[in-house]
């Protein structure tokens, strides 16, 4: 129960910092984003591995540092933090009056399985793998992918890398609904691809 807890804070400040530094205008909402999961990592890793996204979470049952007994709870665990940040960001600044615009399918489609991919290949070789174990740098590694592609590929998807980010966003009206297929198909195909290329490169160890 702890470790489940644990996530759901994680994602809920991760999915909070998101809603909140966008709807604010903030020009650096990609450093915050970042800075708000890495320390998140540092502050709760140790107890449940610190993926408060469940393309991570897919990735890391996938590599064998998951049990299938705590991947469905680690998913509920997100995607109701996604959901309470997004009722928070709401009762406190309220949703946009503008409707928000329309992405392009196959574009987000593309941006969102590559950096997903990144996203979860960084967490499996600096979090998981036996070459890195002990190091005290995985969540700056991990917190500034998620900078990378904010600021690359934002514009192009909205930059969720994470389904529980995108049922939040989604409920706080930043992204249109259409949305919210492309952010849980994609995501977790890229969680997925990125535990079959590191089993291909370093084994089960």
Do not use: C
């Amino acid at each position: 129960m702890k470790k489940y807890l644990v996530e759901f804070i994680g994602t809920f400040f991760l999915v909070a910092t998101v809603g909140f530094s966008v709807r604010n205008g903030s020009s650096l909402a990609p450093i915050a984003i970042g800075g708000v999961l890495m320390v998140m990592i540092f502050a709760g890793g140790h107890v449940s591995g610190g993926h408060y996204n469940p393309a991570v979470s897919l990735a890391a049952f996938i590599r064998g540092r998951l049990s299938g007994g705590d991947l469905i709870p680690y998913w509920l665990a997100q995607l109701a933090a996604g959901a309470a940040a997004a009722l928070v960001v709401n009762s406190v600044v309220g949703k946009p009056v503008a409707t928000p615009g329309s992405f392009l399918l196959v574009p987000s489609i593309v941006v969102e399985v590559l950096f997903t991919f990144a996203l979860a290949w960084t967490v499996l070789n600096t979090a998981t793998a036996k070459g890195t174990q002990g190091n005290s740098f995985y969540g700056l590694a991990i917190g500034f992918t998620v900078v990378a592609g904010a600021i690359s590929v934002g514009g192009i998807s909205g930059g969720a890398f994470n389904p529980a980010v995108g049922v939040g966003v989604t409920m706080m009206s930043l992204v249109p609904t259409s949305q919210l297929p492309v952010y849980v198909g994609a995501d977790l195909a890229g969680g997925a691809l990125a535990a079959v290329a590191y089993l291909f490169v370093n084994g089960k160890e």
